[in-house]
């Protein structure tokens, strides 16, 4: 196991809540890396990978596709929203993203929109700082529930 491995594993053993599945978290972080591995990222040279779990079981990855227009980027997290769409929908469960050497990052603020999106509050992320809901990540967010607030 590489030495980045086992750092992200210890980490993630000392961060783990009670019910929370290692094996199913190292699973999810190394279809991160496999995913980041195919990103495309000549400009900033950041290859950056992702991956969840829908509540159906499947996983879904994505990695950031860059653009000679810079700020036309797709983040990692923008391919894994459209896998879980464009192969049949879903919830999203758990979340990782990692960079180059596989360790843990945390998703950019407009991505934790994107996921709040498709996995709510209750989604888990395991961020910088171990396992944590959506709602600790995006606090008071603004989702869809809130466009029904508003009396016409
Ligand atoms: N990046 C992602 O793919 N996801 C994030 O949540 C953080 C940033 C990418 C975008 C860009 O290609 C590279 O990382 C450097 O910002």
Not at 53 to 73: F, I, M, P, Q
Request: with cysteine.
């Amino acid at each position: 196991m590489a030495d980045q491995d086992q750092a992200s594993e210890a980490q993630l053993e000392g961060q783990l809540a009670e019910g929370e599945d290692v094996a199913l978290w190292t699973g999810l972080r190394e279809a991160a890396v496999e995913a980041m591995r195919r990103a495309y990222a000549p400009y900033s040279h950041y290859p950056v990978g992702a991956a969840a779990l829908v509540d159906d079981g499947r996983v879904v990855t994505g990695c950031n596709v860059e653009n000679a227009g810079y700020g036309v980027t797709l983040c990692a997290e923008c391919g894994l929203v459209s896998q879980l769409v464009v192969t049949g929908g879903g919830r999203l469960t758990h979340f990782v993203c990692v960079n180059a050497d596989g360790a843990v990052i945390m998703p950019c603020g407009r991505c934790r929109q994107l996921l709040f999106e498709h996995g709510g509050r209750r989604l888990r992320v395991w961020t910088v700082s171990g396992l944590k809901g959506m709602d600790a990540v995006l606090p008071d967010a603004f989702g869809p529930e809130d466009l029904d607030e508003v009396v016409h």
